[in-house]
């Protein structure tokens, strides 16, 4: 009897045990059977979740896309994804995220990254674009193609990938080119951000021209080809870009046929250029004519060195700037001032020689050379603070700085980092006969403005 009742206890621990590890096992896979029960689990989540996102209205009547009846963030796993990005942007921004639409057109080594990393982030639709074919010689430089994808269309490859990173994003994957047919195609559905990455300037020009047309946000990707300097990146308007020939001949052609002279956003290095395009060499290993391996016509076959890395980081910065306005995120990037320490230099000295004019004393100037380094290229953006537009880049920037001065925004303080502001000659004059009081009252859109930087100048720099 003893034995008996051993055995059953044995057996009924044993079943105990069992449901416990079935318990553990089921929820074990609900976790992680998009990644490990192959493409019928994944393509079973895709249909799921296609049937959630839907075209939707806000309240001004326009239309957006995102996750209809389906917050992203309350499914377990595509919150633990997303944990890290929670943390850095809040909830609430985070949800702006995933509830954005993103159109990336050009897929090689810029688009490639850029919208690897929004998929990344979060961002709830994609819209992929391009024409071309991913080939042996583009695996230097593309973010996910393998070997295997040799020969498939781009977007294919990308939609292919995406799907076991973040399936719960809604991807759509176009073989196009973008040009006046495709347009309504490519950009209808009130995109919140369209990334350009094109090399091609007729195609590049028509989309910037018809995203400036339609009223929607771009950024411009610039040449990334046959350079290697990473630290040399920015991100300013188009008119501010330097030292890259392709930038060169958008802004022209923008200006010459569309009247659009600036207010693009675009991706740029200031580094030069450290080769030029090759010659074309057939199979026999002779000269040919690239025209006759055109794959569409019009379209030249590009042949560059290029540095894998460098196009690489381009899309990253693209994807990181979209991502952080998308988010609601301030980000100050640094501006584009051509000036040598000799100028700043000259206006630390205009400063002094001015309190000196006005005070009788130079000795209440609190800021060093650096420290005007500061103000002047981080703060004013080497502009006057009544003219922040982009007026003078270059070396008419450079013509400008002998119009500038720094002089005290509020004359009953130091001239310190956040009480400093950049004027022309003129300009100054006439502040020291104002009272800030009237200034205030006048001009406040100005007077809010410079309280702004100041603001943000004594948050950052007088901590």
């Known amino acids: ?61 326009e239309r957006t896309y995102g996750i209809d009846n389906f917050d992203l963030l309350k499914d377990e796993i595509a919150s633990e994804h997303l944990t890290r990005n929670i943390q850095f942007f809040g909830i609430d921004s985070q949800k702006r995220v995933c509830a954005s639409y993103v159109v990336v057109i050009g897929l090689g080594g810029v688009g490639s990254h850029a919208a690897n990393m929004l998929l990344r982030s979060g961002v709830g639709r994609l819209l992929l674009v391009d024409f071309d074919q991913v080939s042996l010689s583009s695996l230097n430089r593309h973010a996910l193609a393998t070997r295997e994808d040799v020969g498939i269309p781009k977007s294919h490859c990308l939609k292919k990938h ?63 080809g046959a350079r290697a300097d990473p630290t040399r990146i ?31 956003p675009v991706v740029f290095t200031l580094e030069k250029p450290k080769a030029k395009l090759l010659p074309f060499k057939g199979s026999t290993g002779e000269d040919e004519k690239p025209s006759d391996y055109q794959v569409v016509p019009g379209f030249r076959v590009r042949i560059i060195p290029v540095l894998g890395t460098i196009p690489a980081i381009f899309g990253q910065v693209m994807a990181s700037y979209v991502i952080t306005q998308l988010a609601g995120l301030d980000v100050q990037m640094e501006p584009v001032v051509n000036f040598d320490m000799d100028h700043y230099h000259v206006l630390f000295q205009r400063l002094t020689e001015y309190e000196e004019l006005l005070y009788g004393t130079s000795m209440q100037v609190e800021v060093d050379v ?16 009544r003219d922040q537009s982009i ?59 410079v309280m702004s930087v100041l603001r943000r100048a004594q948050e950052e720099f007088c901590q």
């Open 1 to 61: 009897m003893e034995e008996r009742t051993k055995c059953l206890v044995l057996i009924a621990a044993g079943a105990f045990l069992g449901s416990i590890s079935t318990v553990s096992l089921l929820k074990l896979l609900t976790r992680r059977q998009r990644s490990e029960l192959g493409g019928d689990a994944i393509d079973l989540g895709k249909r799921v979740l296609s049937e959630k996102v839907s075209e939707k209205t806000d309240v001004a009547g």
């Open 234 to 264: 920015r991100v300013a308007d188009l008119k501010e870009s330097t030292n890259d020939p392709l930038a060169r001949a958008v802004r022209h052609r923008l200006r010459k046929e569309h009247g659009i002279d600036g207010g693009i």
């Open 370 to 385: 650096e420290e005007i380094k500061y103000i002047v290229k981080e703060l004013w953006h080497g502009r006057s603070a």
């Open 162 to 224: 995406f799907s076991s990173i973040f399936p719960e994003c809604h991807i759509d994957a176009k073989v196009l080119l973008y040009d006046s047919s495709s347009e309504e195609e490519i950009l209808s559905g009130q995109p919140d951000f369209v990334l350009d990455c094109i090399d091609n300037i007729d195609t590049k020009v028509a989309l910037l021209a018809a995203c400036v047309r339609r009223g929607l946000k771009v950024l411009s990707a610039t040449g990334a």
């Open 391 to 449: 007026t003078d880049v270059g070396r008419g920037m450079w013509r400008a700085i002998n119009d500038l001065m720094l002089v005290r925004w509020d004359r009953s303080k130091p001239a310190s980092v956040s009480n400093l502001v950049l004027l022309r000659f003129k300009e100054a004059d006439e502040h020291e006969l104002r009272k800030l009081e009237d200034i205030k009252e006048e001009e406040p859109e100005y007077f809010n403005k």
